[in-house]
Structure formats: structure tokens, C-alpha cells
């Protein structure tokens, strides 16, 4: 028998026991013993729920129980969540995750620690909901040398886009419903001005690269700046705005990580990824590009990762389930100011002063003022770009994905 205790039963813990609960007799049979939900760690009771008989509110009663064997941890956070995971490894209990805050800032000590304890730390549920993709990125493609990791890492920023492009509904409208839907973050600026994106690319690069990437390290920008006037521009080239999550391998062996919006070609496999759903581009030097696509966030396809990841940890109850990676450092990873792109740009100013830009190539759309113009460049970095500006101000600018 191997018993389980959640920690936090929010939309994803509460998916978590319902899955465990619904699909028992599979989940015994695949684990070939009895796996078990024992106790709710969460601040509230929960006198209505099928689970209520399992609530506690003191972390310690689950830390000194020697029959739990699996910790699932989906409160959130790197605070409490930090301290709990620590003493749960310290005690001998593998840990699952669905935090990504967590294990982009605390990914490489917490992993070191569950080493020492011969336990698991998993945490596939913390980037892109119910895709698989950091096992198949550890193991599957273990054989390739990764240079480029690049995706759409949050769904309710991609929710957000497509709700306004697709039904013309405002940016807080689409935000409302994400949040009702159970998408978003607690705070949902951190969904909105690409934090949670940071997160995930740290933890992508951290295991295409081997070297703990720190969300500080990684600019990031999100979607609060982008318009509907934008969206038509870009309709206008056939492209679509999509934000990005982007981490590639360069020559000197950094990482260049970071997350923007970008223009994505219509006819390019990420434009077509819309609501919830996230897409995550892998690039070998023997698979040549893969791509993993299904539900980035929401209860029960965030569940079915963290389950799956205690159906794996119970499997390896007296044998680690190996994850690991480097340490982190101020020499690991560099912003992309270095890199060339094509940019879009949306600005105040004349056709003549946009026409002066390197490869300006000059985008219209119905009912824009007289004073806007919109163009796409050849081409350069941003330090290039902004000196070729002129008298022109900018309003968007954004990165053109090749
Ligand atoms: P929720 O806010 O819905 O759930 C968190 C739960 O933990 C709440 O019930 C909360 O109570 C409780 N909690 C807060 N503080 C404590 C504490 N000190 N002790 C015990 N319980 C506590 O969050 P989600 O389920 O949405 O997300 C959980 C984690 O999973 C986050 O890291 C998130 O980023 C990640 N995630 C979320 C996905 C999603 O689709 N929602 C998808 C993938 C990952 P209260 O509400 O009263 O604060
Ligand atoms: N808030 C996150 C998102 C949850 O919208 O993608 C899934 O990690």
C-alpha cells in the first residue's frame, strides 16, 4: 500500500484526489499495489466534499506519519511550499509537484536534496499542464544534442488572445473567464506580464541544458501591451501574436532564455494553437524539430500529469526516479540582446520616417489614425533597431518568429 498526502486542495489538489479516487482500481493495477490518499493539508475545512474526512491543517502530522510515502504539493508559491517540500524530502517522502515558481527558483537544491534521501522530486505538471514533456524531453530525447526549446508555455495568456481575437472581447472579459475556468494563477499579473512563462522556460532549459536557469536571469516580458490594433496589423501579414517562451543553446555554451510576445506565421504550427491549449517546439540534432501539444492548465488535465508522476514515484518507492540537473550561475544564461530578429513595430510617426528603417516593409489596417504607422524590419538587434527609429515613437514592438 502506498499512501498519499496532498498539500493544498485547490483546483489542482482538488483534481488530484478526484482522479486518484475515480480511477483507483486502474491506478492499482498499473502500480501493482493499492495507492491511497490519506490526508488534505489546506488552511480551510471542506465539510462538503467526498474528502472532507481527510482534511488537517498541520503539516506535521502528515511529516511524522512513516506510512506516507508520497507528498503532493499544489499550494503554490515559493514559501510555504519551499518549507514543506524540504521537510517532506528530509522525512523520506518523494514529492510530487504542480509548481513551477518553485522549481524555477528551487528546482536544483531540491532535486540535490531528494538525491541524498534516495526520493523523488517530480514535477511534469509544472510546465504545460497536461502535455507530457519533461519526461519525454529527459528521457525520449536523451540521445540529441537540444539546441532550441520554444513554445506557447501559458494557457491563460493564450486564452486570453484568442478570446479577443477570435470573439472581440476585451482583455479583462477574457481574463474573468480564465480565471472562472481555474487557468490563471492566485495572482494572475504573474499569467499576464509572462512570469509564469519565465518559470517554465527556466525549468524547459534547465532540462534541454543541464544548468539551473533562474527566473531572474531571463527577460520577460508579457501580453499587458498588446492591442487589438496589433492583432490587425498582424492579421494584415498573415501572422499571429503569440507569446512566446523561448530558450536556445548558443555557441559558447549559454543559454539564451527569454519570453516576449511574437509574431508567428499563420500557416506555422503555433499559430494555430488557441483557448488553453499550450505547444511546446523541441529542436535535436538527430529528431530535427518535435513539438508536444495539448491542455496547458485547468483542473483535470493538470491532475492527470501530477498523478502520473505519483503513479511513477510509487513504482520507485525504494529505487530514485532520477531527474537532475546543474547548478545555476551568473554565467549560465544571457538575454537575447545579442540575437537578430525581425521586429514588428507599431508607431506614432510618418510613412517617410518608417520607410527610413532597415527593410521596412509597411503594414495597414481599417480605421488606423493618421498618425500610426506599422512595419515590419530586416534583420537586426534591438540596440540596431532602436537606433534606426528616428523621429519615430514607438507604441508595440515585438519579436518576428523565423
Ligand atoms: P489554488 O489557489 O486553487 O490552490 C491552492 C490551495 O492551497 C488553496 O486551497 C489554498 O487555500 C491552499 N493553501 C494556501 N496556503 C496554504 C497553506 N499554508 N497550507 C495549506 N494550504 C494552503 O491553486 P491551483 O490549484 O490553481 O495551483 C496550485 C499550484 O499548481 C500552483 O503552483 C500553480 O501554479 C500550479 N498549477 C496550476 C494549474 C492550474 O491550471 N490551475 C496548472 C498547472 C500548475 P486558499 O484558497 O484559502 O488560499
Ligand atoms: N496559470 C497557468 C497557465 C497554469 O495559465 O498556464 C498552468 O501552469
Not at 473567464?177 to 506580464?193: L, R, W
Not at 496589423?233 to 501572422?239: G, H, T
Not at 498618425?371 to 538587434?381: C, H, I, N, Q
Request: proline letters at 5%.
Amino acid at each position: 500500500m502506498v499512501n498519499v498526502a496532498i498539500l493544498g486542495f485547490g483546483t489542482v489538489g482538488s483534481g488530484v484526489a478526484e482522479v486518484l479516487a475515480k480511477n483507483a482500481d486502474h491506478i492499482d493495477q498499473k502500480v501493482e499495489t493499492p495507492v491511497r490518499l490519506k490526508y488534505i493539508l489546506d488552511v480551510r475545512d471542506f465539510p462538503d466534499s467526498p474528502f472532507g474526512d481527510k482534511v488537517v491543517h498541520d503539516f506535521s502530522i502528515i511529516e511524522n506519519d512513516p506510512t506516507v510515502d508520497i507528498v503532493v504539493e499544489t499550494i503554490g508559491g515559493a514559501t510555504v511550499a519551499l518549507d514543506f517540500t524540504r521537510r517532506a524530502l528530509t522525512a523520506g517522502k518523494s514529492v510530487v509537484s504542480s509548481n513551477k515558481e518553485l522549481v524555477a527558483e528551487h528546482g536544483h537544491e531540491l532535486l540535490q536534496l531528494a538525491a541524498e534521501k534516495g526520493v523523488s522530486y517530480l514535477f511534469e505538471a509544472s510546465v504545460g499542464g497536461g502535455i507530457p514533456i519533461l519526461r519525454p524531453l529527459s528521457q525520449c530525447l536523451a540521445a540529441n544534442e537540444l539546441t532550441e526549446v520554444c513554445g506557447i508555455l501559458n494557457g491563460t495568456t493564450n486564452y486570453i488572445l484568442t478570446r479577443m481575437i477570435r470573439s472581440g472581447l476585451t482583455f479583462e472579459a477574457a481574463l474573468k473567464e480564465a480565471q472562472a475556468n481555474g487557468y490563471a494563477e492566485k495572482d494572475p499579473t504573474a499569467d499576464v506580464e509572462g512570469h509564469d512563462a519565465c518559470r517554465k522556460i527556466c525549468i524547459l532549459a534547465a532540462i534541454a541544458f543541464g544548468r539551473h536557469v533562474y527566473p531572474r536571469q531571463v527577460p520577460t516580458e508579457g501580453i499587458s501591451g498588446v492591442t487589438l490594433a496589433d492583432v490587425a496589423y498582424a492579421e494584415s501579414c498573415n501572422r499571429k501574436i503569440k507569446l512566446l517562451g523561448r530558450a536556445v543553446k548558443q555557441d559558447d555554451g549559454r543559454i539564451c532564455a527569454y519570453v516576449a510576445p511574437h509574431l508567428v506565421d499563420g500557416e506555422a504550427p503555433l499559430a494555430g494553437v488557441e483557448d488553453v491549449f499550450n505547444a511546446i517546439m523541441v529542436k535535436g540534432d538527430a529528431i530535427g524539430d518535435v513539438m508536444f501539444y495539448g491542455r496547458g492548465a485547468g483542473k483535470l488535465p493538470t491532475a492527470s500529469a501530477v498523478v502520473a508522476d505519483v503513479m511513477d514515484a510509487a513504482r520507485h518507492i525504494r529505487s530514485r526516479k532520477r531527474i537532475e540537473w546543474g547548478p545555476g550561475g551568473d554565467d549560465v544564461a544571457v538575454g537575447p540582446e545579442k540575437m537578430a530578429f525581425r521586429w514588428y513595430v507599431r508607431a506614432l510617426g510618418t510613412a517617410e520616417d518608417a520607410r527610413a528603417v532597415p527593410g521596412a516593409s509597411l503594414l495597414s489596417r481599417p480605421g488606423a489614425p493618421a498618425d500610426e504607422v506599422a512595419f515590419l524590419t530586416s534583420p537586426m538587434t534591438r540596440a540596431q533597431l532602436d537606433g534606426a527609429l528616428g523621429a519615430l515613437v514607438p507604441q508595440s514592438v515585438f519579436r518576428v518568429l523565423e
